[in-house]
C-alpha cells in the first residue's frame, strides 16, 4: 500500500524547479507517467517528465537551457548540467479529434495534436502509466483510475485495449515489460486484446521493435518477461528466430536470463550485443569450448545463429560486430582458462574482453549449477581463474579496457577502435578490409592472436551483414 503524497525530497530538484518556474508564469505543470507510478511504488524512477500547456515555443522563452528536439511532435529538454529534464506539451489522441475512425485503420501514424491535461493523460498507454502529481497541491491528479490499478497491482490500458494495441501494436511489449518488471498482472481484457493482437506488431516500425526487445531484456526481468511473452504467444512474432527451440524446452534460456537480470540488479547492464547473444546460447554452446575446430566452422556456427534475425530486425553495424567478437573470443578464453594460463596480448586491446569473459564466466557458472555446483564454490572456481575480475557484462562498464591493456601497447588499442567504429556516414569499403594482426612478430608460447583467416571471415561476415542490410 501506499500514500499518494510523493515525499518532495523524492523528486529531483531539477525537475521541481522546471515545474515552479512554469507554475510562477501561469502555467500547468506537472510531473507525468512514469516517475508518478515509480514514486508511488517506492522506486527508484528513471528520469522526471514533466507535462505542461506552454507550448514549445513558450517554454524556449521561459528557459535559456531549453532545447527542442523532435521534428513531428516538438518537445523541450531542459538541460541543468548533465542531466535532462523532458518537458512536453499536452497531447491529445489524434484520433480523438476524427469522426468515427475506420475500424480497420487504426494505427497511429501522426500524434502531434496539441490538447488539455485530460486528454494528456488519455492518451497515454496504460492507467498505470497516466497519473499526474501536482507538486504544489501535493497532489495526484488520476484522469484515468490508475490508483486503483497501482493498488490492485494491474496493467490495464487507458481505454478499449483492441483499440489502443492496434493503435501502436508495441503497446502490448510495454504490456509485458511493466507487468515483468513491477510484478504485476495484466488485466483480464487487456489480456485477451494481447492474445487477439500480436500479429499486428509487424506494423511497428522495426527500429522501435528492437529497442523494445532489448529494454525488456535489461529491465531488471528477463526472465519473467520472456516467460509472459511466450504465453500471450507475443514471443513466435516478436523472436521466431528462437521461439520454436523455447516451445520445445520453455525453461532453457531461464539460466541464462537470470544472469542479465542479476548483473542488472548490481548495476551492471548489458549492451545490446550481449543481450543478442545471449538469447542465442543454447545454440551456441560449443564456441565456449577450449578444443573446438579452428577456421571456419565457428563463423558458420555464429553466422546461422545470429545473422536471420540480425538481417530481420536491422541490427546495428556496431552491435552485429560486437556480438561477432564476444563469441570469437570464447575459445581463445577457454583455452587461455584450462591452461591456467594468461590470454594472448594480441586480445588484451579488443574492448569486448571484459564482457567476453564476463559471458564465458556466466555459461560457465550455468554449466556448474546444472551439474549441482553450489554458489560458494562456483564462486571460488571464478575466482580462482587467471583472468582479473570482476567480470562485467557491460560493454561500456567505466575502466573498460585499461585495466588489460598496458599502456605501452595503446597504439593496437586505437587501430581496432577506429575500425569498429567507423564513421557512420563515410561510405562502406567495397571489400571488406582485412588487417594484419599486430604484435604476431611478438608472440610468446602463449600469445595467439586471432588467426587470420578468423580475423578476414570475420571481416568478410561482417561485410555479407552489411550488404545484406543495404538490400532493404
Ligand atoms: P520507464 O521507467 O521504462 O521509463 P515510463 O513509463 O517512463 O517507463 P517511457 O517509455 O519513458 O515509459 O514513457 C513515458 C510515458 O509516456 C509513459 O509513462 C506513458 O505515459 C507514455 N507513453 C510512452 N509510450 C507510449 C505509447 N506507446 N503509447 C502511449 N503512451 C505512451
Ligand atoms: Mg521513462
Known amino acids: 500500500m501506499f500514500a499518494p503524497v510523493i515525499p518532495i525530497d523524492q523528486i529531483a530538484a531539477e525537475a521541481q524547479k522546471v515545474i515552479r518556474h512554469l507554475v510562477r508564469s501561469g502555467h500547468q505543470a506537472y510531473l507525468v507517467g512514469g516517475c508518478v ?18 507550448t514549445p515555443s513558450e517554454l524556449r522563452e521561459l528557459f535559456r537551457n531549453c532545447r527542442i528536439i523532435g521534428r513531428r511532435f516538438r518537445l523541450a529538454h531542459i538541460i541543468f548540467g548533465n542531466k535532462i529534464i523532458e518537458t512536453a506539451t499536452f497531447r491529445a489522441n489524434p484520433r480523438e479529434d476524427e469522426e468515427t475512425p475506420p475500424t480497420d485503420e487504426l494505427y497511429i501514424h501522426r500524434d502531434n495534436v496539441f490538447g488539455t491535461a ?11 502509466n497516466g497519473l499526474f502529481y501536482d507538486l504544489s497541491a501535493e497532489k495526484v491528479i488520476d484522469y484515468v483510475d490508475g490508483l486503483d490499478d497501482l493498488r490492485s497491482h494491474s496493467v490495464r490500458t487507458i481505454g478499449d485495449p483492441n483499440v489502443r494495441f492496434r493503435e501502436d501494436p508495441v503497446r502490448m511489449l510495454r504490456a509485458v515489460k511493466f507487468a515483468a518488471r513491477l510484478g504485476f498482472d495484466i488485466e483480464d481484457q487487456t489480456y485477451r486484446a494481447l492474445l487477439s493482437h500480436g500479429k499486428e506488431l509487424e506494423k511497428s516500425p522495426v527500429p522501435r521493435v528492437l529497442e523494445e526487445i532489448f529494454r525488456l531484456l535489461r529491465g531488471g526481468a528477463a526472465v519473467e518477461s520472456m516467460m509472459l511473452l511466450r504465453e500471450c504467444g507475443l514471443l513466435e512474432v516478436l523472436l521466431p528466430e528462437i521461439q520454436p527451440l523455447l516451445s520445445e524446452h520453455p525453461g532453457l534460456l531461464d539460466p541464462y536470463l537470470a544472469e542479465i537480470d542479476r548483473s542488472v540488479g ?19 554452446q560449443s564456441l565456449f569450448e577450449a578444443d573446438g575446430k579452428r577456421g571456419a566452422a565457428p563463423l558458420d556456427l555464429i553466422s546461422d545463429a545470429l545473422a536471420p534475425i540480425c538481417h530481420r530486425l536491422r541490427v546495428s553495424r556496431r552491435d552485429v560486430d560486437q556480438a561477432k567478437h564476444l563469441l570469437l573470443l570464447q575459445r581463445r578464453i577457454a583455452q587461455a582458462r584450462l591452461r591456467g594460463g594468461k590470454l594472448p596480448p594480441s586480445l588484451l586491446h579488443r574492448e569486448e574482453l571484459r564482457p567476453a569473459l564476463a559471458l564465458h564466466a556466466v555459461v560457465y557458472r550455468v554449466e556448474r549449477q546444472a551439474a549441482g555446483a553450489d554458489d560458494v564454490t562456483i564462486e571460488r572456481e571464478l575466482a580462482a581463474w587467471p583472468f582479473p575480475g570482476p567480470f562485467q557484462l557491460g560493454v561500456d562498464a567505466p575502466s573498460g579496457r585499461s585495466e588489460f591493456a598496458p599502456e605501452r601497447e595503446s597504439r593496437g588499442t586505437d587501430r581496432r577502435r577506429r575500425r569498429r567504429e567507423p564513421d557512420e556516414s563515410a561510405p562502406l569499403p567495397a571489400q571488406p578490409r582485412v588487417s594484419a594482426v599486430p604484435g604476431k612478430a611478438s608472440s610468446s608460447g602463449d600469445d595467439e592472436p586471432l588467426l587470420d583467416e578468423e580475423e578476414a571471415a570475420l571481416a568478410a561476415f561482417v561485410a555479407a551483414m552489411r550488404s545484406s542490410r543495404d538490400d532493404d
Open 266 to 284: 548490481r548495476g551492471d547492464v548489458p549492451a545490446n550485443a550481449v543481450l543478442l547473444v545471449m538469447l542465442f546460447l543454447p545454440q551456441l
Open 118 to 128: 485530460e486528454q494528456d493523460a488519455r492518451r497515454r498507454d496504460f492507467t498505470i
Open 37 to 54: 507510478r515509480d514514486l508511488l511504488l517506492g522506486r527508484t524512477p528513471k528520469d522526471f517528465d514533466i507535462a505542461t500547456d506552454a
